[in-house]
């Protein structure tokens, strides 16, 4: 969860988790993206179990995946900023050899079906990827059960548990996302 300050930090900025609403075909999720940014209202926080969950286990989760790909030399929660477009700074899950990792926690009937990534994560790696000069980008998903949403702390990172996605970037969608990034931060 970010605290106040990081909130207000951002306000200025346009993440990789915003990326998806520059995408949407009705237009609401860019204007209620603006008038969030604008400060005309406030981005209510996600407060569902598997939510909660995901930001309560993402470290524990990340730490197990690495481990599991014999990685040890990488960093958790960095801030990326975009070399050349002014505000656009990404925030990573993980990283390893500048290639971003994102994690997300999603419930297990959701992980029994799960054959490619979501579309506002494949676009919001392609935005950290972007933003890290990389040419992939990887998106973990973790399952969890109803037992685990009651009991998140007793969760433990298992390989039947995680799903792996390497994405290599599409280069279209990359200049999609710059020059939608551009556009919005001028407006």
């Given at each position: 969860?970010?605290?106040?300050?990081?909130?207000?930090?951002?306000?200025?900025?346009?993440?990789?988790?915003?990326?998806?609403k520059l995408f949407n075909f009705?237009?609401?999720?860019?204007?209620?993206?603006?008038?969030?940014?604008?400060?005309?209202?406030?981005?209510?926080?996600?407060?569902?179990?598997?939510?909660?969950?995901?930001?309560?286990?993402?470290?524990?989760?990340?730490?197990?995946?690495?481990?599991?790909?014999?990685?040890?030399?990488?960093?958790?929660?960095?801030?990326?900023?975009?070399?050349?477009?002014?505000?656009?700074?990404?925030?990573?899950?993980?990283?390893?050899?500048?290639?971003?990792?994102?994690?997300?926690?999603?419930?297990?009937?959701?992980?029994?079906?799960?054959?490619?990534?979501?579309?506002?994560?494949?676009?919001?790696?392609?935005?950290?990827?972007?933003?890290?000069?990389?040419?992939?980008?990887?998106?973990?998903?973790?399952?969890?059960?109803?037992?685990?949403?009651?009991?998140?702390?007793?969760?433990?990172?298992?390989?039947?548990?995680?799903?792996?996605?390497?994405?290599?970037?599409?280069?279209?969608?990359?200049?999609?996302?710059?020059?939608?990034?551009?556009?919005?931060?001028?407006?």
């Amino acid at each position: 969860m970010l605290n106040e300050l990081e909130r207000n930090e951002r306000l200025n900025q346009l993440g990789a988790s915003d990326m998806h609403k520059l995408f949407n075909f009705n237009n609401k999720g860019a204007q209620d993206l603006w008038k969030e940014k604008i400060g005309e209202i406030t981005r209510d926080e996600i407060t569902t179990k598997v939510f909660t969950a995901g930001n309560l286990l993402e470290e524990d989760c990340l730490n197990y995946y690495f481990k599991q790909k014999g990685i040890h030399d990488y960093k958790l929660n960095e801030r990326v900023a975009h070399p050349s477009i002014e505000n656009f700074v990404v925030s990573t899950d993980g990283t390893y050899n500048g290639i971003p990792v994102e994690h997300k926690t999603i419930n297990i009937e959701k992980f029994k079906t799960l054959d490619k990534p979501e579309r506002n994560h494949y676009i919001q790696v392609h935005a950290q990827a972007c933003c890290l000069q990389s040419e992939q980008g990887i998106i973990v998903y973790s399952a969890v059960t109803e037992e685990d949403l009651e009991n998140p702390l007793l969760y433990q990172p298992s390989s039947l548990l995680q799903e792996e996605f390497v994405i290599e970037l599409d280069q279209d969608l990359v200049a999609a996302i710059e020059s939608r990034a551009e556009y919005f931060l001028w407006c």
